[in-house]
């Protein structure tokens, strides 16, 4: 018999970073900076560079590992209704219109562990997510692990190393994420005269 294996796909985190222009020598090398830090970890991780090309791309990005036990997600719905009379012909109506908003939240945590004793990646993969957060106007982030995708706006954050080694370097963190992304459909305006007549 053949059993197919599981595919497995790593968790992706993106965060907007565009920054503003500001045509110096100090921005130009920081750039740089930031591209030969995701090629060395590119060369670190035997693969493609996690937020690779980032002076090119409005979005850095970075592989993490994610705990798939630890998502959450919740969803409201708000609605309002505004009145309003108006005189119509020789008839006097009264208008509702309605309007909402559908927000859709994901909370989810991500772990960092080291492989190998001395190992400082815990450190720099928390610190550059903090840097990526920090240079991000919009705060807008997407997260995707296999087929859980999801952009929106990072509403809240929390980071905290867990383990450290003799040294004090940190071997074991976590960082504690929520997305939301809000949808606000057109106002629709219901003539209670029309209503009543209809029904």
Known sequence: MNHEQPSYRKAVLKIDCKEQNTGGIAAAKSAKQRQNLAAKRALEQGGAAAGGNAGSRDRDEIAVQYNPASIKYRASVTESDKVKYENQGNQDCQITTVSGESTVGISFSLLFHSRYSGDQSVREQMERILDMI?????KQVEFAWS??????????FSGEYDM??????????????????SRKPEP??????TLEANS
């Not at 087929?147 to 809240?156: D, F, M």
């Not at 450290?164 to 992304?181: K, R």
Request: glycine share 8%.
């Open 134 to 138: 920090r240079r991000s106007s919009t």
């Open 147 to 156: 087929n859980i995708q999801i952009e929106g706006r990072l509403v809240s």
């Open 164 to 181: 450290f080694d003799p040294s004090g370097v940190p071997i074991s963190g976590h960082m504690d994420m929520t997305i939301e992304t």
């Open 188 to 193: 629709t305006d219901k003539t209670v005269d």
